[in-house]
């Protein structure tokens, strides 16, 4: 019995000292998710009649500073930007107390500038509040901030308050904000601790972190009238771009020889035409009169140096331009870039073939014998008679009209076009089925407008691509009821865009600061419409100023 238990307990005694031996690996406890806490402030956060040139922060742990020079806000300004240091658990302000207005609430608003030493979590919206008289200024102005285009909220833009003594048209671009906030992810602002006061206010997305409007290198929502702050208040901006002032070429391609292209900075009516009058006839323009922020065209029988001069019909302003042109070493290859307007096989409702060249077409040498269309309905399988029409140097429209629902081959044999040079076309073949009525379907607006005025209303995808317009123009004697029918409609989802027309130039135009013009309002009915193969549908749509 005791050499039992004598072995039980040797048996136990090794057990427990392998269990002891077990390597295991160290978890190091939970992540800390807790950002700094402030113990103490020196003077007390709140503080009124200050009158002091630091301040010291007092933390429950070691501190950094993130982002400071980007998260700091002062408000209002002062001259001197306070300097600010971390040490182990504390943090130091210095500021130039010289500098601070009598009666007046100062703001160190830190964002997220105060972050632990170790996991970096930081402190939200952390700010210090003092005041240099009796009490404390407590009005807060809230705000949100959307694009003018499509009322989206805009993120993270310099919001800015100007004091009423500060005028001029370049007030903007000119003074830093007295008093200044940063919009978050939602398009939202918060201004605290602000006085009774009138404000110029403005918000722009201040690129180059300069708290400065840039101009048209910026998106800007400013307030055509001043604000009066009396009580806490709440307020929207519309954000634009603002069109360039001045236009002018941005750049030039001569991706090969034969084309070329002139970029723009901003969308013109521009008239193409050679600097060199014999060469008038070797120039073609696409798009002619369509207004544009590319100029495209083909050119001809020009060799080293192409000189074009482009008039501008809306500023009547001409300039003139050299190119070098390239050598021409590929022209056989680019006959043989043909393409269709065909898309996944398929044809557009009541649409036509139309092939496109990437070189000038000799418009005069084709032959159609040499190209050949079948269809197939019902398994039977008969030859289209063809005719089409030149619609420039290198683009060639079939007249054709084809039937709903059928499928289609198009053959063209070698030496069917030719270029400029005499080189021919390869041989090629196309397969498309055209759509049928039953695949598509309807969309009736039932609208009201609240005015008279003008609108352009657009169907729109969630995307923001447009499938179809229409522009409304309602007289004084005019019914503001209007009905809008939108056939064809590809099956998806949709919703309906109303752009407030106001110069009935039939288009979206948006602002100018200078003219204190804001841009044309826009409103997009929240409801999404669903569009239903071979399906109508109707939708009501009280539209309010």
Known sequence: MKNFLRILFV?????????CAQVGQLTGGKRDTTPPKLLEAVPANQSTNFNSGKITLKFDEFVQLKNL??????????????????SGKTIHIYIKKEELQPNTTYRLFFGKAIADMHEGNSMENFDYVFSTGANIDTIKLKGTITEAFNNKAVKEVLVGLYSPTQTG???????IPDYMARGNENGEFLFSNLPKQTFKVAAFTDKNKNSLYDGEAEKI???????????????HLNMFQEEPAKVFI?????????????????KSHIKLSALNKEQLNNLSETFVNKEKDTVSFYYKDIQDTLGVVLENLDTQKTDTLKLAVPKDNSARKRLKQMNANISNGTLPLNGKIKFTFQTWTDTLRFDLSKINMTSQEDSLISDVPL????????????NNTFKEGTSYLVKIDTNAFFDIKGFSNDSVKFNFKTKSKIEFGKIT????????????????KVNEAIVREQFVSLSLSSSNAVSLDFTDVVPDTYMVKIIFD???NKKWDSGNLLRKKQAEKVIINSKQIKVLADWEMEEEILVKD
């Open 11 to 19: 048996l136990t005694t090794i057990f427990l000292l392998q269990q």
């Open 69 to 86: 020079n980007s998260q700091l806000i002062v408000t209002p300004k002062l001259k001197t930007q306070p300097e600010v240091e971390a």
């Open 169 to 175: 048209d370049s007030l903007f671009y000119k003074e």
């Open 221 to 235: 929502a400013f307030m055509n009238e001043d604000l009066n702050l009396l009580s806490d208040t709440n307020i």
């Open 250 to 266: 941005k750049k030039t391609q001569m991706p090969y020889y034969g084309l070329a292209r002139i970029m723009l900075n901003k």
């Open 387 to 398: 005719s089409g029409r030149w619609l420039g140097v290198t683009d060639y429209e079939l």
């Open 445 to 460: 607006l039932k609208m009201l407008f609240n005015d008279k005025g003008s609108y352009i209303v657009q169907l729109i």
């Open 502 to 504: 106001e110069n009935r």
